[in-house]
């Protein structure tokens, strides 16, 4: 089970820091990301963590904005965005998958498992 949390209103180029509660398995060999869908949009990634490691990629467009981790005592993955833009506002949701493989683009359909979503905001 995945509840991410963290979600509101911000003013460009403001931060948010969006958390995302894994339970109910171990996710030691698993690869956990988080994807947005905005306003009359596809849901796109946006970043990817292995579990084991912590390695990440990200989506380029928010390269050297957003960060994933992680933190294990508490079965949770972060996402913090820095110097957020409009073009951020979505809704934000986490996944996970049961592989540690990574790559920089992926699919929503590549992850079965699915929290719901929180709504972030950005205001001009």
């Known amino acids: 089970q995945l509840q991410a949390s963290g979600g509101g209103l911000v003013q460009a180029g403001g931060s948010l820091r969006l958390s995302c509660l894994a339970s109910?398995?171990?996710?030691?060999?698993?690869?956990m990301a988080w994807f947005r869908q905005g306003p009359g949009k596809k849901r796109e990634f946006v970043a990817v963590?292995?579990?084991?490691?912590?390695?990440?990629r990200y989506a380029d467009s928010v390269k050297g904005r957003f960060t994933i981790s992680r933190d294990p005592s508490k079965n949770t993955v972060h996402l913090q965005m820095n110097d957020l833009k409009p073009d951020d506002t979505a809704v934000y949701y986490c996944?996970?998958?049961?592989?540690?493989?990574?790559?920089?683009?992926?699919?929503?359909?590549?992850?079965?498992?699915w929290g719901q979503g929180t709504q972030v905001t950005v205001s001009s």
């Open positions: 996944a996970a998958r049961a592989s540690p493989v990574l790559r920089s683009q992926w699919r929503p359909n590549d992850f079965p498992f």
């Open positions: 963590l292995r579990w084991r490691d912590s390695d990440d």
């Open positions: 109910g398995r171990t996710f030691s060999d698993y690869a």
